[in-house]
T-cell receptor, first 111, second 115 residues
């Protein structure tokens, strides 16, 4: 079993829809949770970061962490065609340098 | 500011040949990471350095892979001999400990095809 599980999709939604992306994990030591966005033929770039449990909002993006369920989510409101990309969750333990990534979910927003 | 620089961007080689991938981290960053990305396995950490010293190479798939960081501004990942199953996109990333310590900055990647 992988430490981090993420549905690879693909996921296709109409412009303006609310998008929900999720990851589950098995390592209870994970404390730092991140979402990276990767456009085609580019390197991943950090989109959202959360420490421990709770919510974090940044514009149209909201990241949620539920440590009791070992479940993290990324919500995109008012989705735009420019949001079309692969979204990777990543996490690491306190004091660790290694990031463990999910498989990535390929998202397409249709105009 | 220049981000992480990788070269070449694309590499096509024949099985058995030596391949060398290059990375220049962001100036002043003290951590450097090498990743491999495939459709089947996703993004995997191969090795990382701190202040030019290899810290964890447990992700290196086998002895055919080696990585060096001779100075703070340059690192190489070498595959010798290369095999078709090494075909993937290889990313280099760097990080500054005293900055936003959770953020790794990725380069554009090198797309390697071994025929």
């Amino acid at each position: 079993q992988k430490e981090v599980e993420q549905d690879p999709g693909p996921l296709s939604v109409p412009e303006g829809a609310i998008v929900s992306l999720n990851c589950t994990y098995s390592n209870s030591a994970f404390q730092y949770f991140m979402w990276y966005r990767q456009y085609s033929r580019k390197g991943p770039e950090l989109l959202m970061y959360t420490y421990s449990s709770g919510n974090k909002e940044d514009g149209r993006f909201t990241a949620q962490v539920d440590k009791s369920s070992k479940y993290i989510s990324l919500f995109i409101r008012d989705s735009q065609p420019s949001d079309s990309a692969t979204y990777l969750c990543a996490m690491r333990a306190q004091g660790a340098q290694k990031l463990v990534f999910g498989q990535g979910t390929r998202l397409t927003i249709n105009p | 500011d220049a981000g992480v620089i990788q070269s070449p961007r694309h590499e096509v080689t024949e099985m058995g040949q030596e391949v060398t991938l290059r990375c220049k981290p962001i100036s002043g960053h003290d951590y450097l990471f090498w990743y491999r990305q495939t459709m089947m396995r996703g993004l995997e950490l191969l090795i990382y350095f701190n202040n030019n010293v290899p810290i964890d190479d447990s992700g290196m798939p086998e002895d055919r892979f080696s990585a060096k960081m001779p100075n703070a501004s340059f690192s190489t990942l070498k595959i010798q001999p290369s095999e078709p199953r090494d075909s993937a996109v290889y990313f280099c990333a760097s990080r500054l400990t005293s900055g936003r310590s959770y953020e790794q900055y990725f380069g554009p990647g090198t797309r390697l095809t071994v025929t």
